[in-house]
């Protein structure tokens, strides 16, 4: 089957050529991969794996820092 797509949002075009460039494949075959990427996604991921073991333990260490107050129970709130 051959589809002519025209009027691309600038993103789309962005990520078939950045796809085509780093995978030294044709234009043809990025968007392709693209769209059977964009149908193997789960419809909802929970779990974060995605991000595990992309901090260093500083920047991990000032996520926990900025969420310290908000991890608080204050039981006047539960009364």
Same mark, same amino acid.
Request: proline share 4%; charged share 25%.
């Given at each position: 089957m051959?589809? +002519?797509l025209r009027n691309l949002p600038a993103e789309v075009e962005k990520a078939i050529l950045e796809t085509s460039?780093? &995978?030294g494949i044709s234009l043809?075959?990025?968007t392709i991969r693209l769209? !059977?990427?964009s149908l193997s996604k789960p419809?909802?991921?929970s779990d974060f794996e995605e991000f595990y073991g992309t901090w260093s +333990? %500083? &920047?991990s260490a000032a996520f926990d820092a900025a969420l310290a107050e908000m991890? !608080? %129970?204050n039981p006047a709130d539960w009364e």
């Amino acid at each position: 089957m051959t589809i +002519s797509l025209r009027n691309l949002p600038a993103e789309v075009e962005k990520a078939i050529l950045e796809t085509s460039h780093r &995978e030294g494949i044709s234009l043809n075959k990025a968007t392709i991969r693209l769209l !059977q990427a964009s149908l193997s996604k789960p419809a909802r991921n929970s779990d974060f794996e995605e991000f595990y073991g992309t901090w260093s +333990s %500083v &920047e991990s260490a000032a996520f926990d820092a900025a969420l310290a107050e908000m991890r !608080q %129970v204050n039981p006047a709130d539960w009364e």
